[in-house]
């Protein structure tokens, strides 16, 4: 079975790098002897030791490159030079690019070989996404309904073949318990206050005793020790802050020691979920667990869904963060509580309105996040079925009878039936505004394919996909309100 060999590019930061393990387990376990090649950058090298079996790890100074160019293109073609000197000699059969960056798709054509993915065209000067990529980004138009995480993503973009394992449930330490809290993300639409942290800290001190570990940057201590000047003396020995104490291996160590990390949507979060290590995700903003959870079976997430969630990174400030108060500490505390007492969480704190508490399991298609306490709605409903549509492009098996229970209204099932009859007639017809954005992925979809098409899509693949997804897509509603 074994061909020419495989290069991966990932030049994104760590937790991307960390939501490409799947796909770079499907490879290493759909043929082990195939030499397998990443393209990652620098800074996260020393996650080459603790992810998936790689043969070689090439190293690029992203940040180095990008000032480079700027300063001194001539010296930045050199290093690119050097690099592509580097793949020709490999001799690569097989290029999985899951970035768009113009570099990405730079490298990726230097490379040689067929590439999946981001598929450069024109030099490498435009790119073509798989028709199975093309429709997450047709999701993407449509946030809330989006149901396929980052990790499933890359991870079908190789072909199934024989089914690789899924992760295991997080295993249960013993000792006194030891929960590390990452306090920062990337952006402040996504961190939870400082002073809800703080508080969730003095609750776990004073519940169950745990030792507290403040995990981060150098630049992040400042929050860690603020954090700890707002607890009484006798539980800031409780307390030990790790930021900008640590590198990326130092860290992986610590977070196998842990029993629980509790962070926002971070990259310490992916990793400490792909170690082994159960987690608890308090998502708001922009984040959503269906996207960017922890990849595994077991994990949690608090998430924050008010009527404008998910909202994006860009733009100004919002002048009205109401979801950074629509996660209780005390709700978070009782659910690590559940989880250290090895109990299924049950009675927590009452959650506002629009807050829901998430567990994560696997279907055929990956990762999937269900609500606990409460019945899937009709948005989640929606959702399923576009992840329905998505396993039947991909020729993934689905079960005849799935385990959703959907807490559907009078309107809900009206909204159902009229969803239906516009898909039967094979448009938006009979769907006013806000049914008909349910169908604005199936409308990008097709807009994306009829651009690739243009450049260079066979059309009669690109139609047959666009069927399928349809049929998927209707078929699922169809069997849930002929069910309900």
Not at 240 to 264: F, P, V, W, Y
Not at 365 to 387: C, E, K, N, Q, W
Request: aromatic share 8%.
């Amino acid at each position: 079975m074994t061909e020419g060999k495989v290069l991966v590019v990932q030049l994104a930061r760590l937790g991307d790098l960390v939501q490409t393990w799947p796909l770079l387990r499907r490879l290493r376990h759909q043929d082990p002897a195939r030499p397998l090649d990443l393209l990652g950058d620098r800074t996260l090298a020393a996650l080459v030791d603790v992810g998936p079996d790689l043969d070689h790890f090439w190293e690029v100074d992203m940040s180095g490159l990008s000032s480079l160019w700027q300063r001194d293109p001539a010296g930045a073609y050199d290093r690119v030079q050097h690099l592509a000197e580097g793949f020709r000699k490999r001799n690569y059969d097989l290029v999985y690019n899951l970035n768009f960056s113009r570099v990405a798709l730079l490298f990726s054509y230097l490379a040689g070989g067929d590439v999946r993915g981001y598929r450069p065209v024109k030099g490498g000067r435009e790119f073509l996404r798989e028709p199975w990529l093309a429709l997450v980004y047709a999701l993407v138009h449509a946030r809330k309904i989006n149901r396929v995480h980052l990790s499933d993503v890359f991870r079908h973009l190789a072909p199934a073949g024989e089914q690789e394992p899924f992760p295991g449930a997080p295993v249960a330490k013993k000792g006194e318990p030891i929960i590390a809290l990452q306090v920062a993300t990337r952006h402040p639409k996504r961190t939870w206050p400082l002073k809800a942290f703080t508080r969730l800290a003095g609750l776990l001190i004073k519940r169950l005793g745990a030792q507290i570990w403040l995990v981060g940057t150098r630049a992040e201590a400042s929050l860690g020790e603020a954090l700890r000047e707002g607890l009484s003396p006798a539980q800031r020995e409780q307390v030990i802050n790790l930021q900008g104490k640590t590198d990326l291996g130092e860290l992986t160590a610590r977070l196998r020691e842990c029993h629980l990390l509790i962070s926002g949507d971070t990259g310490t979060l992916h990793l400490a979920a792909a170690l082994g290590t159960r987690t608890v995700g308090i998502f708001l903003g922009p984040a959503s667990c269906f996207e960017t959870g922890p990849y595994g079976e077991g994990h949690y997430v608090l998430q924050a869904e008010p009527p404008c969630h998910p909202c994006t990174e860009a733009g100004a400030a919002c002048p009205e963060p109401v979801c950074r108060a629509m996660i209780p500490p005390e709700a978070v505390a009782d659910l690590a509580a559940f989880l250290g007492a090895g109990r299924e969480p049950a009675g927590l704190t009452p959650l506002p309105a629009g807050t829901r508490l998430y567990h994560s399991a696997f279907d055929p298609l990956g990762v999937t996040y269900s609500p606990l306490g409460t019945g899937h709605r009709f948005i989640d409903l929606l959702g399923l079925a576009y992840r329905r549509a998505g396993a039947r492009l991909l020729g993934l098996a689905w079960p005849t009878s799935e385990p959703y229970c959907f807490a559907l209204c009078e309107d809900d099932g009206q909204n159902l039936e009229r969803l239906c009859a516009a898909l039967k007639n094979g448009g938006r017809s009979g769907t006013s505004p806000p049914l008909a954005s349910f169908l604005t992925p199936l409308e990008a979809y097709r807009e994306e394919l009829r651009k690739q098409k243009i450049l260079g899509r066979d059309a009669v693949e690109a139609e047959a996909c666009l069927q399928t997804v349809e049929q998927g897509f209707r078929q699922g509603l169809e069997e849930w309100r002929a069910a309900g």
